[in-house]
């Protein structure tokens, strides 16, 4: 398993640091790459490195910007069996994360909207260099987790 100081190392490095071919090498899989079309507004083109039996997402644009751990089947993504922080897993719902790391930097609620239908709820934790923001299902568990720069 990879230790999460691995995943941390990368963000906001390039796809050709040291540190990121590094993590590439312990992956289980090889990903699928893509990238956003032209047309889809996105002018820093986000190329996304898609390992989907790990269950992890990463997300470049000039720089690693983002990983994403998913805790449900979704999207075709696994289940990620690793930990965050060495320990937290999906059986964590919001108030266990709060009692383990303290509050969050910014709590935002499920509401519904009408657009968009349920938003799930989250929080983000803002690290310094760095934020982890965790999503959470209907339940009140932990759905997905995502490492990057906010």
């Known amino acids: 398993m990879i ?8 963000i906001g490095k390039t796809e050709i640091s040291a540190e990121f071919l590094n993590l590439l090498s312990f992956m289980q899989e090889k990903p699928e790459i893509s990238e956003n079309l032209t047309e889809w507004n996105d002018p820093e083109r986000t190329k996304y490195y898609k390992f989907f039996n790990t269950g ?8 690693i910007r983002y990983i994403r751990f998913y ?3 979704t999207d075709s993504y696994s289940i990620y069996q690793g930990k965050i922080l060495d320990g937290i897993g999906p059986e964590y719902n919001k108030q266990m994360l709060i009692n383990l790391l303290g509050e969050p930097s910014i709590i935002d609620d499920d509401k519904p909207n009408y657009f968009l ?5 989250w929080i983000l934790y ?3 260099s760095y934020s982890i923001l965790f999503e959470f299902n ?3 568990f932990i759905c997905a987790v995502t490492l990057g720069l906010f």
């Open 56 to 63: 992890i997402l990463i997300g470049c644009s000039e720089v």
């Open 71 to 73: 805790f449900e089947k």
């Open 126 to 128: 803002d690290m310094g």
């Open 138 to 140: 209907h339940n009140g």
């Open 117 to 121: 239908g349920y938003i799930k709820r």
């Open 3 to 10: 230790e999460w100081q691995e995943f941390i190392n990368v």
